[in-house]
T-cell receptor, first 113, second 112 residues
């Protein structure tokens, strides 16, 4: 099986711009979650999508949004970028069920200047 | 309020010895616990998990122990190898929740 694919790998944006990150989950995985990792921080949960519906949402401002398509691919959008949004954004997919761990992509490294 | 805590930011052990990584949690609703390993420039990789109805789960060199009364779990790696050097994240979830709550990670260095 192909792994979780995130594009692009690296991105540099300026403050005030918006950005869209893409994630293709493992085939057959209907749950896709997004996490933000900043230096010295653990993984902060952004949101989870399941069958095109947002099922869980973390404590991030409304500038962070996402969606999932019928083929389970997911996109994450950040509008009005701030310097503090610079981070590694990780997408993860999983099978349904508590005993299944995530399969993560390699992440998108976003730098806001 | 950080619900999952890894109090040791780093750990250094000698090759061949045991590595013990610790994790504490506060939410008694968590009923599934997972460990992930992360190398630089890669996403985390799922290692091992344990259900709250068990107190031990073993997979090769990796064993996870759960102490529900203390809300504490630990990952034991025996014997440790230089390739085990990575950041280890503890995570917890509830059965019907899609999201996992992660600790801040512990950087393990295994010296040859």
């Amino acid at each position: 099986k192909a792994g979780v694919t995130q594009t692009p790998r690296y991105l540099i944006k300026t403050r005030g711009q918006q950005v869209t990150l893409s994630c293709s989950p493992i085939s057959g995985h209907r749950s896709v979650s997004w996490y933000q990792q900043t230096p010295g921080q653990g993984l902060q949960f952004l949101f989870e999508y399941f069958s095109e519906t947002q099922r869980n949402k973390g404590n991030f401002p409304g500038r962070f949004s996402g969606r999932q398509f019928s083929n389970s691919r997911s996109e994450m959008n950040v509008s009005t970028l701030e310097l503090g949004d610079s981070a590694l954004y990780l997408c993860a997919s999983s099978e349904e069920g508590a005993n299944y761990g995530y399969t993560f992509g390699s992440g998108t490294r976003l730098t806001v200047v | 309020d950080q619900q999952v805590k890894q109090n040791s930011p780093s750990l250094s052990v000698q090759e061949g010895r045991i590595s013990i990584l610790n994790c504490d949690y506060t939410n008694s609703m968590f009923d599934y616990f997972l460990w992930y390993k992360k190398y630089p420039a890669e996403g985390p990789t799922f290692l091992i998990s344990i259900s709250s109805i068990k107190d031990k789960n073993e997979d090769g060199r990796f064993t996870v122990f759960l102490n529900k009364s203390a809300k504490h779990l630990s990952l034991h790696i025996v014997p440790s190898q230089p390739g085990d050097s990575a950041v280890y994240f503890c995570a917890a979830k509830t059965t019907n929740a899609g999201k996992s709550t992660f600790g801040d990670g512990t950087t393990l260095t295994v010296k040859p």
